[in-house]
């Protein structure tokens, strides 16, 4: 019996689902800004500034302590972020084994740079897998928590919005994929997610959770294919 696919294209955030590396940025980003203001309140700014571009994030504290940054701050920060990225950062684990495991064509939308996605890749050996190619912020005027990177991946790919699947974890990147129209599975895995971070999820309307890249291809398959009654991982 043939059965009648639901979803036609799966698209991956990077950060955070494919490498383990928001948790380096995040710390680059502190030290660099702890220099120059009270850690304590730097503290409270940055509890919601995950998922964002880290120019944004520098952009909203410098306008809260009203400093004056030199124009080489945010790619100098960016610079040693990307190198210790290089250094240091390790795949989710399990990742490769379970995007392998999943027949459907697979894009890469990320708030990073290009390059660095490319670099991601390699590291994780997931370059050929990512068959519909890689959209990073330097292609859209909006970056996420816009749809205009999801909408790219989509329509490169020709796929309708409402038929694609994205993995993200931040709240950023799943409001971007909701507003695109598109499914959101939550992934909590990486190193750096809090523990508040499911719930946040859900209000957003992201439906679906998982802990353990292992579970992803079951969930994938099972919202391809619904069965009459369908329940929430």
Do not use: W
């Not at 120059?36 to 500034?49: I, K, M, R, S, W």
């Not at 991946?153 to 699947?165: I, N």
Request: net charge negative; with cysteine.
């Amino acid at each position: 019996m043939t059965r009648t696919s639901h979803i036609d294209l799966l698209i991956c955030d990077c950060d955070g689902v494919l490498i383990d590396s928001e948790i380096i940025t995040g710390r680059v980003v502190r030290e660099a800004l702890a220099a120059l203001v009270p850690e304590h309140e730097l503290d409270v700014l940055l509890a919601g500034t995950f998922g964002l571009q880290s120019r944004d994030i520098i952009a909203r504290v410098a306008a809260h302590f009203g400093l004056d940054l030199p124009a080489d701050f945010h790619p100098n920060v960016r610079r040693r972020a990307e190198a210790i990225i290089r250094a240091e950062v390790q795949a989710i684990p399990h990742v490769r084994e379970a995007l392998c495991a999943i027949d459907l064509p697979l894009a890469v939308a990320s708030n990073s740079q290009s390059e660095a996605v490319h670099y991601a890749l390699q590291r994780t050996g997931l370059t050929e897998r990512v068959d519909v190619g890689v959209f990073g912020a330097d292609l859209v005027k909006r970056p996420k928590p816009a749809p205009d990177l999801y909408l790219l991946a989509a329509g490169t790919a020709g796929v309708e919005p409402q038929r694609c699947l994205v993995v993200e974890d931040s709240a950023t990147g799943a409001t971007a994929a909701l507003t695109a129209g598109m499914r959101v599975i939550g992934f909590l895995g990486a190193s750096h997610i809090p523990p508040e971070q499911g719930e946040i999820l859900r209000e957003l309307g992201v439906e679906h959770l998982l802990h353990d890249m292992r579970e992803l291809p079951a969930l994938v398959e099972r919202l391809r294919y619904p069965a009459t009654t369908e329940t929430s991982a």
